[in-house]
């Protein structure tokens, strides 16, 4: 437990660093996103954008291949599970990034259409590239309605929370947006770049969430092993008195009968 402490938090500086370079490009590139959104004109057919009924529902949930690491599966999956449950009626097209999650929703008889090797601080900008164009290709063929991604977000090495992004159709439906809708200009024109800007946004977002996902894998782990060694290490003290009170018993009760039986020679 000690070894996997170290190994641990060995990896979690690097991975930690990467996150942080990737960080300020994915920052960046929502609020950019999150501008398009409010610029866009309702009336404007665009792929990526179009809002249809939902019957239909990607979900893309980020877990790790290995346990040993606290409640860091269960709490991305039960919040998922939560978030899959309230859109009931719906059809769902699970894709697990990690093996914890696809045991998780095999278990519970969910569709489960492709499994991925989890996120780890060797994730390479290839594998969310493979993840988008696939979420993409469903959107855009009519196969599904909406697109979400389900992972845990790092906030320091004791906070980890589950947080769900949606990523597709980007054309935002909340009426205040709607309302303070932004004057844009585009280059060429609006759907020939969204339908560049989109792709690299949900690989941007996607590899974000791995990053993410590693970085809490780690931390959780680091943390649980140190908490492991913790207790192992006050549960060997405790024996070692109860064995050492034992041992004292057993000899004082041996010296008691040696006594016992020379004065009874005498």
Known sequence: MKAMNLVAASKLQKAKARLDHVRPLFTDLTHVMETIKQ???PKEKIAFAEVREVKSIA???LSGDRGLCGSFNTNVSKEALAFINANSGKKEHIIAVGSKANDYF???GKNI????PAASEASAFADAETLGAQVANMFLTGEVDEVYAIYTHFESILAHVPHIVKLLPIRSESSVEQEHQL???YDPDAKTFIEHAVP???NITLYGAMMESAVCELSSRMTSMDAATRNA???ID??????NRKRQGIITQEITEIVTGANALN
């Open 113 to 116: 259409i492709t499994k991925y």
């Open 59 to 61: 979900y893309i949930i």
């Open 183 to 185: 004057d844009m200009i």
């Open 200 to 202: 690299m946004y949900m």
């Open 39 to 41: 610029g866009l004109n």
């Open 106 to 108: 095999k278990r519970r």
């Open 233 to 235: 290490t006050d549960i």
């Open 238 to 243: 405790d024996l070692t008195l109860e064995y």
